[in-house]
């Protein structure tokens, strides 16, 4: 049973790269956990943009690894946001909604998915996608940023 896991080589290096994230984790524990998820999503646009368009075997080798450690990082810090933020009596609800926008996505993906590699190719795909989502997180990360200066001038002049 476990040989046939293994058979597939993505799901070996996603593993490996999943297994690292314990100790980033652990590195990043007194970091904003909003910019933390921000830059692990801007990490997996421009790993998939990467993928697409690569050819060689080692670098699809390290980006599997790469993408399988921050895609680990974003689940953790997703749910961390969601609870240190929302109030107790509300976190099931919130992670149901969570749950049913995750699925609803991933099914919307397996919609366009097969149209856009039609129209446009895999790499090209990835990459119209992923600037899609580079983008949004590059205004995300600008807010945390703009926040966190504007709350330490306030500081300051207090």
């Not at 933020?85 to 919130?94: A, F």
């Not at 097969?114 to 990835?126: K, T």
């Amino acid at each position: 049973m476990y040989k046939d896991l293994f058979k597939n080589k993505n799901f070996a290096l996603l593993t490996i790269g999943g297994l690292s994230v314990p100790l980033i984790i652990k590195a990043l524990a007194r970091r904003n956990h909003a910019v933390i998820f921000t830059i692990s999503s801007i990490v997996i646009a421009i790993g998939y943009t990467l993928f697409g368009y690569s050819h060689n075997f080692i670098v699809t080798f390290i980006i599997l690894i790469v993408l399988g450690a921050t895609q680990n990082i974003q689940g953790t810090y997703s749910s961390t946001i969601i609870q240190n933020n929302i109030p107790k009596n509300y976190i099931g609800r919130v992670f149901s909604f969570y749950k049913i926008l995750v699925t609803l996505f991933a099914i919307l993906g397996l919609l366009i998915a097969s149209p856009l590699y039609d129209i446009i190719g895999i790499g090209n795909s990835f990459l119209s996608i992923s600037l899609v989502m580079i983008i949004l997180g590059v205004f995300q990360l600008r807010y945390w940023l703009d926040k966190k200066h504007n709350n330490s001038i306030a500081e300051q002049s207090i």
